[in-house]
């Protein structure tokens, strides 16, 4: 049965009386300006879902933008029992083509995603201003060690101090840092934002050496030269609590957030090598024996594997934040990789000495 319709081919604006007949599978037709074409009945769109008494439109696959506009009812029902997709709505092909866009845009906004958090953090994190990162350093610490008492005396600064002008000597571009200990019963050493560097008690009772102590301060410092903590608290925080922060607003719920503070210090492996390798180039410059790191790391990956509470004095009082968080392998994830990678000084290099006995025993009795 041929039928009159109407033709657009989509390039131009002018209508087309053509004759369209069905034939098997295709829908073929032609006019007087409109050569024989044939389209495919799979290959048929509605562009208005059909309405009785009403012009039907269609496009095809073939043919973007063109329209064919059936008016005869007998001719369009007859059409739309031969392929139920055109009543309008979703067929499994269109689901399947929804279905295919939507996943690839899914994967698309993940890749991305992903690609914000790996990199722009650490690029974020050096636009922060000076202000923050002191005011959120200074949270994140109080928000750790709660209660915890500071242990300070001017013969355990005169200590850090000796420390770090050792270091500097093996690299003079050391970000400006403060050091501070407090009486917390487990073995950690962390950088927090604006530079600051906290030692526990624990930490200093199980170091056997200066050369111990140095080198995990200067891995803490490859930290904070990195900015490896302002760039976790841009990842973990988001654009939102920065903009809390800086503007002085509520910062400090998330600041008390247990697993949001451990997750703080839970570097990336990138992250670790970054600051391990600081280390050991700013210790190998100032002749500084990486040995004592070497062997601090191998006796906390010792007591890690055994007995779960050797390297911690019980706590008579409730634990902070930072003892429910663990200790230095628990916020610094070590392998034994990294241990083989510390290496001895050259053979023409004299280790220089880090303290003298006077200030390592002030250091040791820093907290009584």
């Not at 009403?54 to 739309?80: C, E, V």
Request: with cysteine.
């Amino acid at each position: 049965m041929a039928v009159a319709a109407t033709f657009f081919d989509g390039e131009t604006a002018h209508d087309r009386p053509v004759t369209v007949e069905r034939i098997s599978n295709e829908l073929q037709f032609s006019g007087e300006n409109t050569p024989l074409t044939r389209w495919s009945i799979a290959g048929l769109h509605p562009i208005d879902p059909p309405s009785p008494g009403q012009p039907f439109r269609l496009t095809h696959d073939s043919q973007k933008g063109s329209r064919l506009i059936l008016r005869d009812d007998a001719f369009i029902n007859d059409l739309i029992a031969s392929n139920r997709a055109l009543r309008g709505g979703y067929s499994f092909r269109h689901l399947g083509q929804v279905l295919g866009w939507t996943v690839g845009g899914l994967a698309v906004a993940v890749a991305l995603g992903w690609f914000a958090m790996s990199f722009l953090p650490q690029q974020l994190a050096h636009l922060l201003p000076d202000s923050w990162r002191n005011r959120v350093g200074e949270q994140v610490i109080s928000s750790l060690v709660e209660k915890a008492r500071k242990c300070e005396t001017s013969a355990a600064t005169g200590a850090w101090s000796a420390m770090i002008a050792k270091l500097a000597e093996g690299n003079s571009s050391l970000p400006p840092i403060s050091v501070s200990v407090y009486d917390v019963p487990i073995m950690n050493a962390f950088a927090a934002p604006g530079g600051r560097i906290v030692f526990t008690k624990e930490l200093l009772r199980q170091a056997e050496t200066p050369d111990e102590v140095v080198g995990v301060l200067a891995h803490e410092i490859g930290h904070v030269a990195h900015l490896h903590p302002e760039a976790q608290m841009v990842r973990l925080a988001g654009l939102q609590i920065l903009i809390s922060a800086i503007s002085n607003g509520g910062s400090g719920e998330w600041a008390g957030n247990i697993a949001a503070l451990a997750a703080i210090f839970r570097y990336s492996r990138d992250a670790e090598r970054e600051a391990d390798e600081y280390a050991r180039s700013t210790m190998a410059a100032a002749s500084i024996d990486p040995m004592g790191l070497k062997h601090f790391f191998e006796k906390v990956l010792k007591l890690e594997k055994g007995k779960p509470d050797s390297t911690q004095t019980p706590s008579a009082t409730k634990p902070t934040a930072l003892e429910k968080i663990g200790d230095v392998f628990s916020t610094h994830p070590g392998t034994e990789q990294r241990i083989k990678d510390i290496q001895p000084l050259p053979t023409d290099h004299v280790p220089a000495k880090v303290l003298s006995e006077e200030q390592w025993k002030a250091l040791k009795a820093v907290c009584g």
